[in-house]
């Protein structure tokens, strides 16, 4: 049994389902991310395993033992919220130590243990700092810290980077990664932000409507979607209407605009057979410019420093093809859709 | 000049309300039994009597009691019912507020009168412990509206983080809750105090053979030589009442310093 371990897991609020029978398994150590658009569940997921919603339906269990009924005082995690709740009328200090109390140190262990978390989020020197003198990256790292002293099984963390700007959220992401590698406890990150959850985490999970829609690497993510709405959510995806030929060694598919074309087998999600009508997807890195080609016009480019972003109108299409690269001419262009990048989806 | 007219109505205004109360303060300097213009004169002397009044000290003794056990009485019943509405989804949540406000919008010659019915039918004796029973009805209400405003001034996810840091409810409460509401529960109780303090009817059906200090007032008023006393009595609970007030606004309006968010 995985570490983390949800199964058929569903709530609803007012009779709509807001989580809709969920699995998923997270291994000891890991760092997971659960991505998706706002509504999608997954706060209300995290808060399940954070003990501050009770599921109605299946079980959730933290390292064998099953969690429905426990309460949040008694449970192995601890949460960063995402407003960070840095209870206002303690200090720095009082904030990190609060969790402390429960554990019935001795008063200079305590210390010592509070001192220990104040280093590791860089906070040296700043216990005496009264909370609401705080930056927005301070309050992140106390309520960081405030969580990881009581060394819980699992970290649950609420967008934890949401309130910062961008400038921020950059370094604190690269920060997040190294502590969590360093006290080696399983973080559970829930966020909207794409490129957080691919920076950030060893796996992925994709919510959408209340239910994971993809569980990968972030690498297989970005590559292999398996269908429409993880594609369109992660990074920009141009998709083409085609119809499965021959499955074989390679796939034959009918792409319209694009011709016959051949695709490795494993570009093919799972589940489609011969003559489906499927959705072929390429990345707009992938779309190259060539002297022979599915003719164009750039509608518009943006230069973007080492590479510019094109869209290119091409003859019965309503939507503009995204290209990634460096086009030869302005005007008039030819596009390659190499097959090897283009993976079949169901059109659903 | 339509602004100089509506300063003049102001002005009329403000003079409407605080005339009638300032009259009060005035004749008990006046050196005369006779409350009548012209003034004759500053003295102190209704004070000085004031305090060789045990009768009266005795009474003002029984309304700083009733006033004290409704205060502390309403707003522990005030925090508990202000958690439950703020803080759960419960169902019948309006209504329920709706009838324990009710009890405002009550003539308090009915609720006294309705007070001192029920005592007799259930043979119960008229006393001071009476009295705090009405005044809880008067005062709960006040004691909701405060602590409702402050527990919706404060972030629910303090409380969680709490739980989630491995305290119980209890716990959660006490080094959370309670003095996030500190304020709210300093304002309620002074505020829930001066209505008891200052409320007469209720107090005047119930109180029996003990009176409180208003109830004592109106049985002054009775013997025309003792009005000059009654006058600076009452000069004296206006400017405490003002300033409990003045002390039990501030104290509601000094919000818990709200996260600034960013850099």
Redesign the interface.
């Known amino acids: 049994m995985s570490f983390l371990s949800v199964s058929r897991v569903s709530k609803s609020f007012g009779g709509a389902a807001v989580v809709d029978a969920v699995d998923l398994s997270i291994e000891r150590g890991e760092f997971f991310a659960l991505l998706g658009p706002s509504g999608c569940g997954k706060t209300t997921l995290l808060r399940m395993i954070?003990?501050?919603e009770t599921p109605d339906n299946g079980t959730i269990a933290i390292d064998g033992e099953v969690m429905n009924t426990v309460?949040?005082?008694r449970r192995p995690?601890?949460?960063v919220?995402?407003?960070?709740?840095?209870?206002?009328?303690l200090n720095v200090f009082d904030n990190i130590a609060?969790?402390l109390?429960?554990?019935r140190l001795r008063k200079d262990e305590l210390r010592a243990r509070a001192e220990a978390m104040l280093a590791t989020v860089r906070l040296e020197g700043l216990g005496e700092r009264a909370?609401?003198q705080l930056?927005?990256?301070q309050?992140q790292r106390v309520a960081l810290a405030?969580?990881l002293v009581?060394e819980p099984k699992l970290l649950l963390l609420d967008e934890p980077l949401g309130?910062?700007?961008k400038r921020?959220r950059e370094a604190m992401q690269v920060e997040l990664r190294a502590i969590q590698r360093k006290v080696g406890i399983t973080f559970l990150l829930v966020t909207h932000d794409q490129e957080e959850a691919l920076s950030l985490s060893d796996r992925v999970a994709v919510m959408g409507a209340g239910r994971i829609l993809q569980v990968a690497a972030p690498r297989e993510l970005y590559e292999r979607p398996n269908c429409r709405a993880v594609a369109d959510f992660i990074g920009d995806m141009n998709f083409f209407h085609a119809t499965v030929r021959q499955i074989g060694d390679s796939v034959t598919v009918n792409a319209g605009l694009l011709g016959i074309l051949a695709l490795p087998r494993a570009n093919l999600a799972p589940g489609i057979r011969t003559d489906d009508h499927i959705l072929l997807a390429i990345r707009p890195e992938h779309v190259g410019f060539s002297e022979a080609g599915v003719a164009g016009e750039i509608a518009s480019a943006t230069f973007l420093g080492e590479r510019s972003h094109y869209h290119v109108k091409i003859a019965g299409r309503s939507d503009p093809v995204s290209v990634s690269g460096i086009a030869p001419t302005h005007g008039t262009v030819h596009l390659v859709f190499p097959p090897d990048h283009l993976i079949g989806l169901p059109n659903a | 000049m339509k602004n100089r007219g509506l300063l003049l109505y102001a002005l009329a205004y403000l003079a409407f309300l605080y005339m009638p109360v300032l009259v009060l303060p005035v004749f008990s300097f006046n050196n005369s039994e006779f409350i009548a213009f012209p003034l004759s004169g500053f003295t102190t002397r209704w004070y000085a009597g004031l305090a060789a009044d045990s009768a009266m000290l005795h009474a003002l003794g029984n309304s700083l009691k009733v006033g004290a056990a409704t205060a502390l009485a309403s707003t522990l019943l005030g925090l508990l019912a202000a958690k439950a509405v703020t803080r759960n989804r419960l169902r019948g949540a309006g209504l329920a507020l709706g009838f324990i406000s009710l009890p405002l919008f009550i003539p308090d010659i009915v609720l006294g009168l309705s007070l001192l019915l029920l005592l007799g039918a259930v043979g119960l004796p008229l006393s001071l412990a009476a009295v705090v029973l009405g005044h809880l009805l008067v005062c709960v209400p006040f004691a909701l509206t405060v602590l409702i405003a402050r527990f919706e001034g404060f972030?629910p996810?303090?409380e969680?983080?709490?739980?989630?840091?491995?305290?119980?409810g209890w716990m959660t409460f006490w080094?959370?809750t309670f003095?996030?509401m500190l304020p709210g529960i300093a304002a309620s109780l002074l505020l829930t105090f001066i209505t008891s303090f200052d409320e007469f009817l209720v107090a005047y059906f119930l109180s029996g053979t003990e009176a409180t200090l208003p109830v004592y007032i109106w049985g002054q008023l009775r013997f025309p030589e003792r009005l000059p006393v009654v006058l600076a009595l009452g000069a004296i609970i206006l400017t405490v009442s003002v300033a409990l007030v003045i002390c039990a606004e501030l104290l509601r309006n000094r919000g818990?310093?709200r996260?600034?968010?960013?850099?």
Request: hydrophobic fraction near 35%; proline fraction near 8%.
């Open positions: 954070g003990g501050f309460p949040p005082h995690t601890n949460m919220f995402q407003n960070y709740a840095i209870f206002p009328h609060y969790g109390r429960r554990l909370a609401g930056s927005g990256g309050r405030r969580a009581r309130a910062l700007d921020l | 972030d996810n303090l969680e983080a709490s739980a989630d840091l491995g305290e119980d080094r959370i003095p996030l818990v310093a996260p600034r968010v960013g850099a």
